[in-house]
């Protein structure tokens, strides 16, 4: 298992991760994230923050990093964001997101960052008991207009 920042080698296979989630959360009557746009990824590439795991060299997790985010967590202490955790499909059950969350806590501590934070996209249960059973506390929802 290898955790590195994603290439712009990998936009094509993060996009269909992107894709295959955006499916998934369809396919459970939730809320999708909006379609994810090639130049907003190659973006955070360029600017080394976006993130991916590979499992015997199969990229089986990828994330968004950021280090504020006022428009939903107003002005904060020093803090990573994560953001977009999408698990390839033939990866999923395997706890990738608590292996993210350690290697976020890992991050924090070479970083000086105090907090680690996560959203969902609109009322997710199912994703916040996901979450809450990594350690995050659930706080009240922020409804961005």
């Not at 999708?32 to 976006?50: C, M, N, Y």
């Amino acid at each position: 298992m290898e955790i590195l920042q994603s290439e712009l080698a990998d936009l094509g296979a993060i996009l269909a991760l992107y894709d295959a989630a955006t499916e998934l959360q369809r396919s459970k009557g939730t809320v999708q994230w909006p379609k994810i746009s090639t130049e907003l990824v190659e973006s955070e590439i360029r600017e080394g923050r976006q993130w991916k795991l590979l499992i015997e060299g199969e990229l089986a997790c990828v994330w968004v990093v950021a280090y504020d985010d006022e428009l939903i967590w107003g002005p904060t202490e020093r803090s990573v964001f994560l953001h977009r955790i999408a698990n390839n499909p033939s990866q999923r059950g395997k706890s990738l997101v608590g292996i993210v969350v350690e290697w976020a806590k890992n991050h924090c501590n070479e970083n000086d960052l105090r907090f680690i934070r996560l959203d969902t996209v609109g009322y997710n249960p199912g994703l916040i008991r996901l979450y809450t059973s990594h350690g995050f506390s659930s706080l009240e929802p922020v409804i961005i207009a």
